[in-house]
Each structure stands twice: as C-alpha cells, then as structure tokens.
C-alpha cells in the first residue's frame, strides 16, 4: 500500500515537471527544484526517471559571454513523447490528407490550405490584438495563443520581444509540412505590424518555437509632428 501511494506521488510530480517545462520551456534542475518547492537532489531524481522514461531531453545551458569556471549547468526539455502526451489537434490522418493534397494538386494547395488555416485564429485574435499599442500587442498575441493549448509567453529580446510557445498542437504534421509554421509566422507579422522573424521552431527539434517581434518603431511610422 505504501509503495502505491509513493508512484501516485512520484508520478504527480512527475506531471508537475512536465507542466512547467511545456509553460516555461527547457529548464535546469535548480529552477525546476526552486519552483516546485524540492531539494536540488529530490528533483534530479524525477529527472533521471524521465530521461530514463524518454520523456525529457537534457543538454549543456548555453552561456553567452564569458564562460566561468565549472561546467555548464544542464538544461531539461520535453522530447517529442513529452510533447505528444499533451493535447494534440492532429493525427496521422491530418498528415495523410496533406500529403495526398500536395502528390495531387500540388505545393501550392498545401499553402493555401495552411494560409486558410491561420486566417480563423487571425480574424479571432486580431479583436484582441491589433488595436493595441505596439508594446501590448505581443503580450496579449502570448495570451490569446495560450488560451488555444500553445503555452505561449513573452520574454525581453533585446530590441524586441521574443514570443515562445512551449507547445505545438500540431507538431507532428508541422514537421512534415514547415508551409504550416511559416503561415503561423505571417500571421503573427500581420497581427503585431511588425516584420517578425522565427528564431526556432518545435517542429525542426527545438524546445520551443520562438519568434522575434521587433518593437524599434521606424521614422516612417512616427506620427508628425
């Protein structure tokens, strides 16, 4: 009895792991531990088990700048099992039906398709969105995207904001089909008025898509004076 209660434990944070990396993206042990109220040992455990399980990734922190002294601290991903145990919108079916678009009508169909895809989510967002000032807009573009299953959040970029969806819905059709991604993107251009950039996607291997919206505003788009 007391060895079941321990896995329903362990597998309850277990979860609680997998629902921060999806939210926040790839993480080290220390953060990881610091968020769910663990030791630093307590946590490694529930990672040595999910990397052992193929549910996570583990890879060196990139450092930029100066490197100190020891090596780097180890980061903590979902793996694509980790990604495919949460809410997915498509199957192999949607993968099929694409493929048997684009062998009988060719690329361009496929385009189509996903440009028609992205303009529902377009008209439903752009409420939210578009009338906005320039430095909301990405927030709010996090937040609407969330409320869909992408665990979206913004982080500072520098001269811009980088947009980071911690889940793809669609992943596994998206890796097939980038003409998905890269209607995704024009989209978020389109909402935000900005010419954004996608820094890495879920879809080619990373731990999350992330886009670039640059909040510079041009001499062009100043109001005069």
Same mark, same amino acid.
């Given at each position: 009895?007391?060895?079941?209660?321990?896995?329903?434990?362990?597998?309850?944070?277990?979860?609680?792991?997998?629902?921060?990396?999806?939210?926040?993206?790839?993480?080290?042990?220390?953060?990881?531990?610091?968020?769910?109220? !663990?030791?630093? @040992?307590?946590?490694?455990?529930? %990672?040595? =088990?999910? +990397?052992? *399980?193929?549910?996570?990734? /583990?890879?060196? #922190?990139?450092?930029?700048?100066?490197?100190?002294?020891?090596?780097?601290?180890?980061?903590?991903?979902?793996?694509?099992?980790?990604?495919?145990?949460?809410?997915?919108?498509?199957?192999?079916?949607?993968?099929?039906?694409?493929?048997?678009?684009?062998?009988?009508a060719g690329?361009?169909?496929?385009?189509?398709?996903?440009?028609?895809?992205?303009?529902?989510?377009?008209?439903?967002?752009?409420?939210?969105?578009a009338h !906005?000032?320039? @430095?909301?807009?990405?927030?709010? %573009?996090? =937040?609407? +995207?969330? *409320?869909?299953?992408?665990? /979206?959040?913004? #982080?500072?970029?520098?001269?811009?904001?980088?947009?980071?969806?911690?889940?793809?819905?669609?992943?596994?059709?998206?890796?097939?089909?980038?003409?998905?991604?890269?209607a995704e993107?024009?989209?978020?251009?389109?909402?935000?008025?900005?010419?954004?950039?996608?820094?890495?996607?879920?879809?080619?291997?990373?731990?999350?898509?992330?886009?670039?919206?640059?909040?510079?505003?041009?001499?062009?788009?100043?109001?005069?004076?």
């Amino acid at each position: 009895m007391k060895t079941s209660v321990a896995n329903q434990l362990d597998r309850r944070t277990r979860e609680r792991v997998a629902g921060l990396l999806l939210e926040r993206g790839p993480q080290t042990a220390a953060a990881l531990a610091d968020a769910l109220g !663990l030791t630093a @040992a307590g946590v490694r455990r529930h %990672l040595d =088990a999910m +990397l052992a *399980e193929g549910t996570i990734t /583990a890879q060196e #922190q990139r450092v930029y700048g100066r490197r100190g002294r020891g090596r780097p601290a180890k980061v903590f991903g979902l793996s694509d099992a980790g990604h495919a145990a949460g809410p997915s919108a498509y199957d192999d079916v949607a993968t099929d039906a694409l493929r048997f678009l684009a062998e009988t009508a060719g690329e361009q169909a496929v385009e189509e398709w996903a440009r028609r895809r992205v303009a529902d989510f377009e008209q439903r967002y752009a409420a939210r969105v578009a009338h !906005l000032p320039l @430095a909301d807009r990405p927030a709010a %573009l996090a =937040a609407a +995207l969330s *409320e869909d299953g992408f665990a /979206a959040t913004t #982080q500072d970029g520098g001269v811009g904001v980088q947009l980071c969806q911690h889940h793809c819905p669609i992943q596994h059709v998206a890796e097939q089909f980038p003409q998905l991604c890269e209607a995704e993107t024009a989209a978020f251009g389109r909402l935000t008025g900005r010419h954004v950039q996608r820094l890495a996607t879920i879809a080619h291997g990373d731990g999350v898509c992330t886009t670039h919206i640059p909040l510079t505003v041009l001499p062009s788009e100043r109001t005069p004076q």
